[in-house]
């Protein structure tokens, strides 16, 4: 049986207590964003990176590590990419044990 689109979407809500983590690392991106763009006080977006862009902070060195010869926007690529890894990581394991 065939459903609608709009009943088998998710709502915001739902995709947000879903995946915490992966919210928090789109908010450190535009905190990031917002201070590298000089937009609202810089003291708190510093603060917003700080605290929620660990995943980033944790692999800020692995693509110079895997590839050394990398420059410029690869190496931004693989910084963004790599960083993602222990959001989704924290978001399966927040998910196993919310479905407990």
């Not at 862009?53 to 944790?58: A, T, V």
């Amino acid at each position: 049986m065939m459903r609608s689109r709009a009943s088998s979407s998710r709502s915001l809500t739902e995709m947000i207590r879903d995946n915490p983590f992966l919210c928090a690392a789109f908010l450190a991106g535009l905190a990031l964003a917002a201070m590298e763009a000089d937009v609202g006080s810089n003291a708190i977006l510093e603060l917003m990176w700080t605290v929620l862009g660990f995943g980033f902070h944790l692999t800020s060195s692995w693509p110079q590590k895997i590839m050394p010869e990398a420059t410029g926007w690869l190496i931004m690529a693989m910084g963004f990419v790599l960083g993602l890894i222990p959001y989704l990581l924290a978001d399966i394991v927040w998910r196993h044990i919310r479905n407990r």
